[in-house]
């Protein structure tokens, strides 16, 4: 049996519509290899993972020598070396008074802690999120998650729940136009907190950038806006970065581009540069109001994946990748912008740095061309390249490459976009 005959009999895949069919065998840097020699561009990043690259060898080195000396020692119950020096980097690197981290092993795991943390701290019991957001696959990770087609056949879901309409201006939920909108979106969370909660709300969660909902891009001032309603009510910010950090938008942390410091913020993916790690950090004294017995997990804060994270924190400072995110970023809208204007079916370019979503549409109602964008991707793929599709739609193509991308490879990867289009496009 080969490992396609093999996922069919021994692995859980009904919940996905389709595995693309390409068995990744090694990767370095930008660039993967299938079984039979096969080269492909990566500009998904294992979802947005590898921002030091695939097989980093400062990263390996790392956990390589780590490896030799200890895997797992339970990092809650005896003291680990590489999880206090990877926890005090995170304080160093993270917005504001943010400075004490708990290790997970997964995004939702962050994300459920963070939750957990703001109802100890505050002794409040419910959550305000936005529409269209993700924040995983666990129960109340998806309770927060503003898309049902994340949470179908999963209900009842957590209550204490309430949702603010996603800053989501290329299809604004109040038919505005931003900036005479006065983002009227996030004023609106003074309403949801009045006739939607109990007024017993312990924290807002947000992504700065809405990854899985499209690459959706908030106006510069969403955050301080909601920010002030929040002061006002003592309600917690908890920033989900799991998708957006790591230098991903430009900066460390993506919430640095809109000038507000979260309270707690989640982190995953490209903490470690693709060993599995997950943790949230937040101000000291919200970090304390944990008391004994309240959390924990077994492998969380692992050595193997610590060091790796530690030396992929270093990368991402030596190597400046903020910087070269930003750069990159702009190549690609550089030679996406000629597309834009030849087909009519690309409605926007939006994102930061190297987190860029394109959105496709059908026509002048912006009826999402969620096929079209499915076509693509599989096009890219058979000519090697990996990109995504996904959006709370389905129409969103994502370009979320490592950040180390050679402008060769990113030239090579836009050339296989542009006859995508092309080919999908003159098919109609
Ligand atoms: N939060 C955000 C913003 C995400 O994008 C994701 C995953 O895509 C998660 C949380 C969940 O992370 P994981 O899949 O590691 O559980």
Same mark, same amino acid.
């Given at each position: 049996?080969?490992?396609?005959?093999?996922?069919?009999?021994?692995?859980?895949?009904? !919940?996905?519509?389709?595995?693309?069919?390409?068995?990744?065998? @090694?990767?370095?840097?930008?660039? /993967?290899?299938?079984?039979?020699?096969?080269?492909?561009?990566?500009?998904?990043?294992?979802?947005?993972?590898?921002?030091?690259?695939?097989?980093?060898?400062?990263? !390996?080195?790392?956990?390589?020598?780590?490896?030799?000396?200890?895997?797992?020692?339970?990092?809650?119950?005896?003291?680990?070396?590489?999880?206090?020096?990877?926890?005090? &980097?995170?304080?160093?690197?993270?917005?504001?008074?943010?400075?004490?981290? +708990?290790?997970?092993?997964?995004?939702?795991?962050?994300?459920?802690?963070?939750?957990?943390?703001?109802?100890? +701290?505050?002794?409040?019991?419910?959550?305000?999120?936005?529409?269209?957001?993700?924040?995983?696959?666990?129960?109340?990770?998806?309770?927060?998650?503003?898309?049902?087609? @994340?949470?179908?056949?999963?209900?009842?879901? !957590?209550?204490?729940?309430?949702?603010?309409?996603?800053?989501?201006?290329?299809?604004?939920?109040?038919?505005?136009?931003?900036?005479?909108?006065?983002?009227?979106?996030?004023? $609106?969370?003074?309403?949801?907190? @009045?006739?939607?909660?109990?007024?017993?709300?312990?924290?807002?969660?947000?992504?700065?950038?809405?990854?899985?909902?499209?690459?959706?891009?908030?106006?510069?001032?969403? +955050?301080?806006?909601?920010?002030?309603?929040?002061?006002?009510?003592?309600?917690?910010?908890?920033?989900?970065?799991?998708?957006?950090?790591?230098?991903?938008?430009?900066?460390?942390?993506?919430?640095?581009?809109?000038?507000?410091?979260?309270?707690? !913020?989640?982190? $995953?993916?490209?903490?470690?540069?693709?060993?599995?790690?997950?943790?949230? /950090?937040?101000?000291?004294?919200?970090?304390?109001?944990?008391?004994?017995?309240?959390?924990?997990?077994?492998?969380?804060?692992?050595?193997?994946?610590?060091?790796?994270?530690?030396?992929?924190?270093?990368?991402?400072?030596?190597?400046?990748? $903020?910087?070269?995110?930003?750069?990159?970023?702009?190549?690609?809208?550089?030679?996406?912008?000629?597309?834009?204007? @030849?087909?009519?079916?690309?409605?926007? /370019?939006?994102?930061?740095?190297?987190?860029?979503?394109?959105?496709?549409?059908?026509?002048?109602?912006?009826?999402?061309?969620?096929?079209?964008?499915?076509?693509?991707?599989? +096009?890219?793929?058979?000519?090697?390249?990996?990109?995504?599709?996904?959006?709370?739609?389905?129409?969103?193509?994502? /370009?979320?490459?490592?950040?180390?991308?050679?402008?060769?490879?990113?030239?090579?990867?836009?050339?296989?976009?542009?006859?995508?289009? &092309?080919?999908?496009?003159?098919?109609?």
């Amino acid at each position: 049996m080969n490992t396609v005959e093999k996922y069919k009999k021994f692995v859980i895949t009904s !919940m996905v519509d389709k595995i693309q069919p390409v068995v990744i065998e @090694r990767a370095r840097g930008a660039e /993967i290899l299938d079984g039979e020699g096969k080269t492909y561009i990566d500009c998904f990043s294992g979802i947005s993972v590898v921002n030091a690259g695939h097989n980093n060898e400062k990263v !390996m080195e790392a956990a390589k020598a780590q490896v030799d000396k200890l895997i797992h020692c339970a990092s809650y119950i005896y003291y680990s070396k590489p999880t206090a020096d990877l926890a005090e &980097q995170l304080a160093r690197i993270a917005p504001g008074r943010l400075q004490k981290t +708990f290790f997970g092993n997964s995004g939702a795991e962050a994300v459920e802690g963070a939750l957990r943390l703001a109802k100890a +701290f505050t002794g409040r019991t419910e959550f305000i999120a936005l529409q269209a957001s993700f924040h995983g696959r666990s129960y109340a990770t998806l309770s927060v998650t503003g898309n049902s087609a @994340r949470k179908r056949r999963g209900a009842p879901y !957590m209550p204490g729940c309430a949702f603010l309409p996603a800053p989501y201006c290329y299809r604004c939920f109040y038919e505005l136009e931003y900036p005479s909108c006065r983002l009227r979106c996030a004023r $609106a969370l003074e309403d949801i907190i @009045r006739f939607d909660t109990a007024d017993h709300v312990a924290a807002f969660i947000a992504e700065p950038l809405m990854g899985e909902g499209g690459i959706i891009t908030p106006p510069a001032e969403f +955050f301080l806006e909601i920010e002030k309603t929040l002061k006002k009510h003592g309600i917690l910010f908890i920033d989900d970065e799991v998708q957006s950090g790591f230098a991903r938008t430009g900066r460390m942390f993506a919430i640095e581009h809109y000038g507000v410091e979260p309270d707690i !913020m989640a982190m $995953a993916k490209g903490i470690a540069d693709g060993f599995p790690l997950g943790g949230f /950090i937040a101000r000291e004294e919200i970090a304390d109001s944990f008391r004994p017995g309240d959390h924990l997990t077994t492998f969380g804060g692992n050595p193997v994946s610590c060091a790796a994270g530690l030396a992929n924190i270093g990368v991402l400072e030596e190597q400046n990748l $903020a910087e070269a995110a930003v750069k990159k970023g702009e190549l690609v809208r550089t030679l996406l912008s000629p597309l834009m204007d @030849r087909y009519s079916m690309i409605g926007e /370019i939006r994102g930061k740095g190297l987190m860029i979503g394109i959105e496709l549409v059908r026509d002048a109602h912006k009826t999402p061309a969620a096929s079209e964008a499915g076509r693509i991707r599989d +096009f890219c793929l058979a000519n090697g390249v990996l990109i995504g599709a996904g959006g709370v739609y389905g129409n969103v193509i994502r /370009i979320q490459p490592p950040l180390v991308i050679s402008e060769t490879q990113i030239r090579g990867a836009l050339d296989v976009m542009q006859t995508a289009f &092309q080919k999908v496009v003159s098919s109609e």
